[in-house]
Each structure stands twice: as structure tokens, then as C-alpha cells.
């Protein structure tokens, strides 16, 4: 049975075409996911992201838990609001999840996780809570939209539950309280706006707020395309349990130091940077025409990678795409498209971002 | 709801044909093809010239979603193409029965199309697929 965010009747009232996505009922697209892609880009858009996990951690143990956890440093978290994005780590150095650590107070964090993993990190995280004094709350009573683009904060401003002028002060990757509510400003498309937390009851009067304001409903496919042409990676697709940070573009999100601090997968990750054998993990611009997709062999004079992730840039009108490539590789290569070699260009990502082009094409 | 034009013929694979006087056929994919496609953003065409048999799979739509193959809807040689969709692939989806075709071909068999659906036997399967 599928499972239904708080909005999924407000979905097909606005004509969304809904699809399974990791066992949610979900908009891929309202209509044109190609116009929802450029309205983000250049104005603002709305995405339904309620699928997505609420983690809150209450008590005094949040930190050792996360500091146990979590690739990334939570010592970074140092003043109230501050948010950090980090991967959870097997003990081979696997990706459990990547997820965003949110601080509020010593005895309060908020982490996002994906739908496609909630399950096993709720649990992952109760296990290792266990002996800890801290409780995992899953709050199913939440719900969560992303208002995306360079007008979104201007246009939901006066809407959320937050008052405007604090959340308009608000810095990159910094959150605001109030209630159930939290605005945080953060993304997954490359360009400025916000991701909203607030009560499922209140959802919908939010959503036809933010439409009455002129922000356009983005669906799925548009969420897709933007976070590849920005270059994020996507969980389950760029990296999994059999993928360290190191080999997924994400080396940036773990930290070393302090030299002490044993998160799990600590001692793989130190043995993987130790033999220097890490993949390439890079941005792709197919230079013949066709459409990269994931897991599309690509040829290197080092041997043989694959695509990640891959399809078409509506802002560049060329084919992108992450791909995993044998250490050494070069800038030039040739995917396997049906049988055919096209020449590939490596690019470091992102693509675009705030609008603009950033590689040369 | 997919329109589904009288005069053409249809495979159950979502393909359209067109006679034309000449003898020749016109072939694209239906409405209801587009539309589950989602928009077209890369189309791959056959070679002037080259022979397909009935069911290979001779040219593919690429979507913001997928691709996915269009097979040969009957044997015979593929005569000519639709360069503009190298430009405009969106145009499979604004007008698939009209700029949106993909290849011209001439039939090895011209009784061939008997055998195809008609609108009345298309519509019926698109029916069932609701």
C-alpha cells in the first residue's frame, strides 16, 4: 500500500501525474516538468517533500549519538540554527543515508533523511541510541515543502510561521524555530530558498498560499533535473551502502579531525584514503548528441566507469551527467550509449547554479 | 483523453501510420505514446536507406524521463526521416499525428497493413489500459 503525503489530494487537484516513488504516491510533474525546472531556475517553485523523514533527537546525549553516526563533525554545530550535511557511514564505510544535522540546543537536533531509507535509519538510529540519554522521535505529524528559486524567499516570506523579517535574515544553511514550524534555508537545486517544516494539518493552506503568490507546483522530475545540474548527489542512485564518500564526490563531508572522534566507518574510510584507490567521481557533458542515463559504461584510457546519474540540462540544453571513473582517468571519454561510443567531456559540477551556467560548454 | 485519428492505422506498441498516395508510409508515435513518454528532449532516427523488419526496434525517443525504443511497425525500407525533430523534439509532443512524425517508409509487403489495428481497435486497447 502506498503511502500518501498530507498533500497528495492538493496534487491531483492541481493536475499533478503521480508516480511511485520509494513506496509514496508522489507528483512527478504538474503538466510541463520541463517549465517547472526553468521557473525554479528563474523565479520560484514549490515541491512537496513530505516523503522525506523528520528525525528530532531530544536530550542530552544528541551529540555523542551524531558525533558515533555521522561522517561529518556535529562539533561544527555551534550556534543555535546551524545545519550541517553529512553522510551515515556502515562500518565498511558504505553510505547508510546522507542527511541534513540541524542544532537548535544541546538537548535538541532535527535530522532529514530520505524516504527511501527512513526506515532502516530510524532504527539505525534507536539502536545506537539505545545506551545513550536521548530519544529518537520520527514525527509522521510534520510535514515539508520546499520553496525554491530566486523570488521563493520574497514570495513565502509573509507566509510561513516564522516571522518574515527573521526568516528573511536567515544565512545559508542556517534555520529559524517557531512552534512546529522551522524554516530552513536550504536546498536541493542550486539555487536560494527554503525548506519549510510545519504541521500536516497546515500544509495545505500553506501550498495554495504559496501558489496564490505565484509560485509554480514542481514535481519529481523537476527536483531531478535541478539537483543534477547543480551537482548533488542522489542517495541510492550517486552512492549506497557499497559506496564510500570518497568515491561519491562527497570526501568534503567527512571530517578528519578530531583524530579521536571514531564515527563509525572511520577506520575503511582511513584504510580507502590510505591506498589512494579511490574512483573519480565526476560531472559529464556528452559532446554528441543522445542523453546520459545511469549506468551507462563509460570508457576511459584507465579502464571502465559508469554514469550515476544522467539526463538532460533544460538550462544548458545538453546532456549531463555524474559519473564514476577509474582513478587516473582523463577530462576526455566515450559512454556506451546503445551500443555506440559518444565523446564525453569531464566537468566539475555543478553545472548551474543561481541561474547561470558555470562549465564551459 | 488520447485522440486517436479514424484514418491511420496503429500498432499495439503506440505507433501510427499514414498511407500516403505514393504508396509510402508516414509512421509516428500516438498521442497516448507522448504523453506517457512525458517531453521528448532527444529522438534517434533510422538511416535513410536501411531495411528494418517488422518489430526491430529502429529509432528511440529519449524523454526527460527515459528512453524508449520505437520499433519498425512493419517490414520494409525506411526512405526518409524527420530532420527537424533533431532541433525540435518537442514537437512529438505538440503535434504526434502532424510535425511530430518520425520516418517515411516504403512497405515490403502492401497487404501489410491489413494487419495493423484501425482506430476503432486501437481505442479499445488504450480502453483496457485504463
Not at chain 2, 110 to 119: K, R, T
Amino acid at each position: 500500500m502506498s503511502q500518501r503525503t498530507p498533500l497528495y489530494e492538493q496534487h491531483l487537484a492541481d493536475g499533478a501525474k503521480i508516480v511511485d516513488f520509494s513506496g509514496w504516491d508522489m507528483p512527478l510533474h504538474y503538466g510541463s516538468q520541463v517549465d517547472e525546472h526553468h521557473s525554479v531556475r528563474r523565479a520560484a517553485g514549490v515541491f512537496d517533500v513530505s516523503h522525506m523523514c523528520v528525525v528530532d533527537l531530544r536530550g542530552s546525549g544528541g551529540r555523542a549519538l551524531l558525533s558515533r553516526l555521522i561522517a561529518n563533525d556535529p562539533g561544527k554545530l555551534r550556534s543555535p540554527g546551524r545545519a550541517l550535511y553529512t553522510c551515515m557511514l556502515n562500518d565498511r564505510g558504505g553510505v547508510i543515508d546522507d542527511l541534513i544535522v540541524y542544532y537548535f540546543a544541546d538537548d535538541f537536533y532535527r535530522v532529514v533523511v530520505n524516504a527511501g531509507t527512513r526506515d532502516k535509519d530510524v532504527a539505525w538510529l534507536r539502536q545506537h541510541a539505545e545506551a545513550l540519554p536521548v530519544e529518537v522521535q520520527e514525527r509522521r505529524d510534520l510535514a515539508m515543502l520546499a520553496v525554491q528559486g530566486p523570488r521563493a524567499r520574497e514570495l513565502a516570506a509573509p507566509r510561513v510561521g516564522v516571522a518574515a523579517e527573521a526568516a528573511l535574515a536567515l544565512k545559508p544553511f542556517t534555520a529559524a524555530m517557531d512552534g512546529d514550524w522551522m524554516v530552513a534555508r536550504t536546498g536541493y537545486t542550486g539555487e536560494d530558498g527554503w525548506e519549510l517544516v510545519l504541521p500536516a494539518g497546515e500544509a495545505r493552506e500553506l501550498w495554495q498560499a504559496l501558489l496564490a503568490a505565484g509560485v509554480r507546483p514542481c514535481g519529481l522530475g523537476a527536483r531531478d533535473t535541478l539537483r543534477l545540474e547543480a551537482g548533488l548527489n542522489l542517495y541510492g542512485q550517486d552512492m549506497d551502502e557499497e559506496v564510500s564518500p570518497l568515491a561519491c564526490g562527497l570526501a568534503w563531508t567527512i571530517a578528519w579531525a578530531p583524530a579521536d572522534r571514531d564515527f563509525i566507518g572511520r577506520g575503511a574510510l582511513e584504510a580507502e584514503r590510505a591506498a589512494g584507490s579511490s574512483p573519480r567521481f565526476v560531472g559529464l557533458l556528452l559532446e554528441d548528441r543522445g542523453v546520459l542515463r545511469a549506468g551507462y559504461p563509460v570508457h576511459t584510457a584507465h579502464g571502465e566507469g559508469i554514469v550515476t546519474s544522467g539526463g538532460f540540462s533544460p538550462t544548458l540544453s545538453r546532456s549531463i551527467g555524474l559519473a564514476r571513473l577509474p582513478a587516473g582517468a582523463g577530462e576526455q571519454c566515450e559512454v556506451e550509449i546503445r551500443g555506440r561510443r559518444l565523446a564525453a567531456r569531464v566537468v566539475s559540477p555543478p553545472f548551474v547554479r543561481h541561474g547561470e551556467p558555470r562549465i564551459a560548454l | 483523453m488520447s485522440e486517436v485519428p479514424l484514418e491511420l492505422k496503429y500498432t499495439s506498441d503506440h505507433e501510427w501510420l499514414r498511407l500516403e498516395d505514393d504508396g509510402s508510409v508516414v509512421v509516428g508515435v500516438t498521442d497516448h505514446a507522448q504523453a506517457a513518454l512525458g517531453e521528448l528532449v532527444f529522438v534517434e532516427l533510422p538511416e535513410a536507406g536501411s531495411e528494418v523488419v517488422q518489430g526491430d526496434a529502429c529509432a528511440v525517443v529519449e524523454s526527460v524521463k527515459a528512453a524508449s525504443d520505437v520499433y519498425a511497425p512493419v517490414t520494409g525500407e525506411i526512405m526518409g526521416i524527420n530532420e527537424n525533430l533533431g532541433d525540435a523534439p518537442e514537437k512529438v509532443n505538440q503535434e504526434p499525428y502532424g510535425d511530430g512524425w518520425l520516418f517515411r517508409m516504403r512497405l515490403a509487403d502492401p497487404d501489410a497493413l491489413d494487419e495493423l489495428l484501425d482506430a476503432e481497435a486501437y481505442q479499445a486497447l488504450l480502453d483496457e489500459l485504463d
